[in-house]
């Protein structure tokens, strides 16, 4: 094993880079698109409701049937990765934010309503900050969740860790395999522990 | 001039089998302080509620100052009224000075103006500013929690206030003190006082006028003496005469 790290070392350490970029993508996306699907569902409980169902009966559908399905939209590669786990994350986010923002409590939003704040203000300024470890919940859930998902995306030539791991699985190397899985649990492990860390500070 | 003006109001929540208020007509003059006073679920919260339209009615009018309220923007309404609840709602990740300056820094009033506003507004509601403006809502008693939501509620100095049972969940002493101080309020500022409240004595304590809520229809609008001088049949007849025998019970220990 010690053999393969210092043999192919630099192979590892692309495959973990392509990784993280996978990773770092999907949560940017994911991040930017549940800001907007949260704003959106501030206007409506139903849509809010609707939606999360909704996400709730994709998020199902196993990884590697949805990259499968993927294909014939958007073809093979680091793309459609990011783009299937965007749609996983959307419901880890939405479903832990709403949550969050609902359970707010009644006396503190109507105060604020009846005050004359507007929908965003009140989002923005009483709902959020006070939903914060909700968010940062479903923020660090949808984190390690990708980095594992991203390694199936390697079935549809996205790269990363799960290259290494298929290649090992195919050829029957036990040290590509372990360090394919190792390596993609310390990075979930790692990030995890970050964002903890950043949620610690900024209480 | 009429501060609240209602016209046949009426308002059914969806899927309720009776309406929370049926045809409800009343006027409130500028400066006047009136209770309203009902037992649980009579509809006090509602009719409170359509005023800053937190609800819409299903039909009736209602008038604020002499404008319909569904002609003008919503958001501006509620910011030229004060509203103060039960439950108080601080903002428990804002210091008491943010909270009271809730209205203000919506209005976008300078830095030194709200300052200076806050200030004034904790002394009047008896707390010294010095030792509450950066105190947490969590580090303070629940009247001093009361008191910092009624400066919050006052802070860009409304026409009108709006309270939906805002002692009803303090102590009897401190409630007799905020009860003191509210009138002592309402005499130097000859705001409108619309204020809700399911304890009679509070009521009829506090209401130069006295509106009697019963399943959502106005069982009696009147003065306390003349309430109780000639209340009307049925249900604000039980309710004066259980009055009458909780005192009764006090006397006897005279
Ligand atoms: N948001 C709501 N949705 C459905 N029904 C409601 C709602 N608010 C109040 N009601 C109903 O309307 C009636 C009057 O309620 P409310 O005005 O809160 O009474 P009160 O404040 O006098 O206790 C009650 O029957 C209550 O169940
Ligand atoms: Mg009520």
Sequence with gaps: MIDYLVRYYDRLLAALLEHLEIVLLAMLFSVVLAALLTLLCQFSERLSKLLVHLLSVVYSVPSLAMLALMIPLTGLGTVTAVIVLVIYNQYLLLRNILAGLDGVDRGVTEAAMGMGMTRLQLLWQIKLPLAKKAVVAGLRIALVSTVSIATIAASINAGGLGAILFDGLRTMNTAKILWGSLLSAALALGADRLLALAERKSA | ?254
């Design chain 2, 1 to 254: 001039m009429n501060a609240v003006t209602f016209q046949n109001v009426s308002k059914r929540f969806k899927g309720a089998g009776r309406s929370a208020l049926e045809n409800v007509s009343f006027t409130v003059e500028e400066g006047e302080f009136v209770t309203v006073l009902g037992p649980s679920g009579c509809g006090k919260t509602t009719l409170l509620k359509l005023i800053n339209r937190l609800y819409e009615p299903d039909s009736g009018q209602i008038l604020l100052f002499g404008e319909d309220t569904q002609g003008v923007d919503l958001v501006k309404v509620r910011r030229g009224i004060g509203y103060v609840i039960q439950q108080i709602g601080l903002f428990p990740h804002w210091t008491v000075a943010e909270n009271v300056a809730t209205v203000p820094k919506l209005l976008k009033w300078d830095r030194d103006r709200i300052r200076a506003r806050t200030d004034e507004l904790l002394r009047l509601v008896g707390l010294e500013p010095e030792e509450y403006k950066n105190r947490y809502p969590s580090q303070l008693s629940g009247g001093q929690q009361q008191r910092v939501g009624l400066a919050r509620a006052l802070a860009v100095d409304p026409k009108i206030m709006l309270m939906d049972e805002p002692f009803g969940a303090l102590d009897s002493i401190t409630r007799g003190k905020l009860q003191q101080e509210l009138l002592a309020l309402h005499r130097e500022t000859g705001k409108t006082f619309l204020f809700v409240t399911h304890d009679i004595e509070e009521a009829f304590l506090l209401g130069g006028r006295v509106l009697i809520l019963d399943g959502g229809k106005i069982a009696q609008f009147d003065t306390p003496e003349a309430i109780i001088r000639r209340p009307a049949e049925g249900f604000v007849r039980s309710l004066v005469e259980s009055a009458r025998e909780k005192g009764r019970f006090w006397e006897a220990y005279l």
